[in-house]
C-alpha cells in the first residue's frame, strides 16, 4: 500500500490536451511583445510620429498694437470708439488694465464694454493679436 502511495506521488500530473497548446501560445506572445518593445525602443522618439501636420496660414499681424488697431481687430462695431478712447484712455497699456465702470462713464454700450474686457483679457494672456488685415487703413 505504501508503494502504491509513493508511486501516485513521484509520478508527474497528466497535463490535458487543452493546456498542451498554452505553452507554446504563452511562448509566441512573449516573443511578440518583446520584438515590439525593442522596434519601440531603438527607434528615435521624433520618428515615432511621423504624423501629417495641418495648419491654416499664420495670421499676419500688425507690429504695433494700438487702440485703434485693437478695437478695429475686435470688431463687433467697437471701432466706432476708436477716437473716444484714444482720448480718454491715451494707449493701449491703460486700455487693457480698464474696467467696466470707467467704460461705462465713457459712454460705451454694455455689449461693447463686454467685447472690450474679453478680448483685453486674452490679449493680455497672449490668447489672440488683432489680425492685419482685420485694419481698414
Known sequence: LRDALYQ??????????????????????MRLIQSARSVLTTAPPSSNL???????????YPVKVGIPEFLSGIGGG???????????????????VTRTL???????????????????HKYRLGLWKPRADAIKV
Open 8 to 29: 501516485r506521488k513521484s509520478q508527474k500530473p497528466k497535463v490535458s490536451p487543452k493546456r498542451r497548446g498554452e505553452a507554446p501560445m504563452m511562448a509566441s506572445w
Open 50 to 60: 511621423n504624423l501629417p501636420r495641418f495648419y491654416s496660414k499664420p495670421a499676419l
Open 78 to 96: 467697437v471701432e466706432t470708439h476708436i477716437a473716444k478712447l484714444e482720448t480718454e484712455v491715451g494707449d493701449l497699456s491703460k486700455l487693457l
Open 102 to 120: 470707467r467704460l461705462k462713464k465713457f459712454g460705451i454700450p454694455c455689449k461693447h464694454r463686454k467685447l472690450i474686457l474679453k478680448y483685453s
